[in-house]
């Protein structure tokens, strides 16, 4: 055999060695948990950033992801964040104005301030929202990405929702937040803070008489066998954070760094717009095959009306959400 035969024998068995090799060895390990279970848009966009973060690393990231409250609600899962035994977190961004006293993000969840998932997935990604994320930096936190969870709707116990009449004096489920309660209050309802764990049990023993849910939830949760009748009221939109321990961000590699950030900002639009899509799916399945009765509500303009001064304090009481809101009103009136 001639050296040249040799050479190239040996060249040939590299490649082939090199083809066969798997990816790029796993060397970082990042614990991402959600309260959420499949098929709920937030569970969808822990996924998406995974699936995303492995891609783009090589494999050289393993993200490790536990869902369905395998490691809690949402306060133990940020409790966790924050002393770095969860390395990230998805979860509801309202959350952020009591767990780590951040009352900006509040402009997320201003009342019939943002009329469309077209809307929402640009403001997401805007200048305003990216602001906000930059923010949780001073307390010990990284801000990925922002998503949606489903525009919210009302879902009752007692029968149709229709008018501003209907829904005076019922007790509705909300998020124990004091934004929540102040909304409700302020539509007339008798708004219950409530975890998320407690809504089924609690519509069928008539603790409460509804709840102002999205149409995913309704069906991960099985919502609809407490509860048959929902209203389209579109009052707000739920936006998704995903966060995670700064210092443990801050051990990783600036190129690492990089890969979890974009793909944090790359997977926005795509999971607004797969949520979107996937909320007017469930929609018709649960009216078809499981007997959930949809309407819409009649008086939107007079709820609109009544939340304008909720809207108005909160631009007046924080630059950032006057900057958010701003930013929201420039799209909407193009």
């Keep these: 055999m001639t050296r040249r035969h040799l050479s190239a024998l040996l060249v040939s068995a590299a490649v082939a060695?090199?083809?066969?090799?798997?990816?790029?060895a796993q060397e970082y390990k990042i614990l991402l948990g959600t309260a959420a279970s499949p098929p709920h848009p937030f569970y969808e966009a822990g996924r998406m950033w995974k699936e995303e973060v492995e891609k783009r690393s090589n494999g050289r990231?393993?993200?490790?992801?536990l869902h369905s409250r395998q490691l809690g609600e949402e306060r133990p899962l940020?409790?966790?964040?924050?002393?770095?035994?969860?390395?990230?977190?998805?979860g509801s961004s309202i959350s952020l104005t009591v767990f780590a006293n951040k009352s900006s993000f509040e402009a997320l969840q201003l009342p019939f301030l943002i009329s469309s998932y077209d809307t929402l997935a640009e403001v997401l990604s805007s200048d305003a929202a990216m602001d906000l994320l930059a923010d949780l930096d001073s307390s010990g936190i990284k801000g990925y990405s922002l998503f949606e969870g489903g525009q919210r709707h009302y879902l009752s116990t007692k029968g149709p929702?229709?008018?501003?009449?209907?829904?005076?004096?019922?007790?509705?489920?909300?998020?124990?937040?004091?934004?929540?309660?102040?909304?409700?209050?302020?539509?007339?309802?008798?708004?219950?803070?409530?975890?998320?764990?407690?809504?089924?049990?609690?519509?069928?023993?008539?603790?409460?008489?509804?709840?102002?849910?999205?149409?995913?939830?309704?069906?991960?949760?099985?919502?609809?066998?407490?509860?048959?009748?929902?209203?389209?009221?579109?009052?707000?939109?739920?936006?998704?954070?995903?966060?995670?321990?700064?210092?443990k961000f801050d051990s990783l590699p600036e190129n690492i760094q990089q890969i979890m950030i974009e793909a944090g900002r790359d997977i926005i639009v795509p999971q607004v717009m797969a949520?979107?899509?996937?909320?007017?799916?469930?929609?018709?399945?649960?009216?078809?095959?499981?007997?959930?009765?949809?309407?819409?509500?009649?008086?939107?303009?007079?709820?609109?009306?009544?939340m304008e001064p909720f809207i108005e304090e909160r631009v007046q009481s924080d630059p950032a959400i006057a900057a958010f809101v701003e930013t929201v009103r420039e799209i909407e009136g193009r």
């Design 61 to 65: 990231v393993e993200v490790q992801y």
């Design 275 to 306: 949520t979107k899509e996937a909320e007017a799916a469930i929609a018709k399945r649960l009216a078809e095959e499981e007997g959930v009765q949809f309407y819409e509500f009649e008086e939107k303009d007079e709820m609109r009306k009544v």
């Design 78 to 90: 940020f409790e966790g964040v924050l002393s770095g035994t969860v390395d990230a977190m998805v």
């Design 161 to 247: 929702v229709r008018t501003m009449s209907d829904l005076a004096g019922m007790k509705t489920r909300v998020m124990n937040m004091p934004m929540h309660l102040a909304i409700w209050e302020q539509a007339g309802a008798a708004p219950v803070g409530m975890n998320y764990g407690e809504i089924y049990t609690s519509l069928e023993t008539g603790v409460i008489d509804g709840v102002e849910i999205n149409v995913s939830s309704l069906e991960s949760e099985r919502f609809y066998e407490a509860a048959k009748h929902f209203t389209y009221t579109g009052h707000y939109f739920w936006p998704g954070m995903l966060i995670g321990n700064k210092a």
């Design 17 to 24: 060695i090199a083809a066969a090799a798997p990816a790029a």
